[in-house]
């Protein structure tokens, strides 16, 4: 079943959370101008707030402030986040949904070595924030690849892909490119020596 915008409209209104879709909009891109809250502390996150990623996480609120604090992206890439596509879940009212295209220039000398000069796209990610009641943001996820075959950093999304997009990356399989596993492959291999058994 299709849900049309009335229905989402709807079932948004009947959900009764206290903010409407177009305030936890702006809520959200303040938040994501605001540097995640870091320069301030975290003001902007819940005591519960946690932090997710495809691999990474979940974050309590000290250990993100801590994490982006002593990694500091901005101080080696300059990044146009191109963020759009800002909606708010009907079965999460809570939740606003955005879409987020990266491009990335390694343009500065800082803690990855001298830059590189490279300028590379990464994949369309879906990325996510949640807010509670008094309107402090209680989830936070990033970096979930829409299309692995699109850009410049091995289908990699968030920092493993800035990583690997100037051949840093980390020395694990979550940070490389994703590759068919040795199962994966058998049981393509019966599946299709199981096929043209049939079809013989």
Request: glycine fraction near 10%; charge should be negative.
């Amino acid at each position: 079943m299709f849900l049309e915008p009335d229905q989402v409209d709807a079932m948004i209104k009947d959900a009764g959370f206290e903010k409407t879709p177009e305030e936890l909009i702006v809520m959200a891109k303040d938040f994501l101008a605001s540097g995640f809250s870091i320069p301030s502390g975290g003001d902007m996150l819940a005591p519960s707030f946690e932090f997710a990623g495809p691999v990474v996480g979940p974050l309590t609120k000290s250990e993100f402030i801590r994490a982006l604090s002593s990694f500091k992206i901005g101080e080696s890439f300059t990044i146009s986040e191109r963020q759009y596509d800002f909606r708010v879940d009907p079965f999460e009212p809570n939740r606003v949904w955005f879409t987020t295209r990266p491009l990335v220039k390694h343009d500065k000398n800082g803690p990855l070595g001298p830059a590189t000069g490279k300028i590379f796209e990464a994949p369309p990610q879906s990325c996510s924030i949640c807010f509670n009641k008094e309107g402090k943001v209680t989830q936070f996820t990033i970096g979930y690849v829409m299309d692995r075959r699109i850009g410049d950093t091995g289908g990699l999304g968030g920092i493993f892909g800035l990583l690997y997009a100037i051949d840093k990356g980390l020395p694990f399989p979550e940070a490389q490119p994703w590759e068919m596993s040795n199962q994966y492959k058998l049981f393509n291999f019966i599946q299709g020596f199981l096929s043209k058994l049939q079809g013989s």
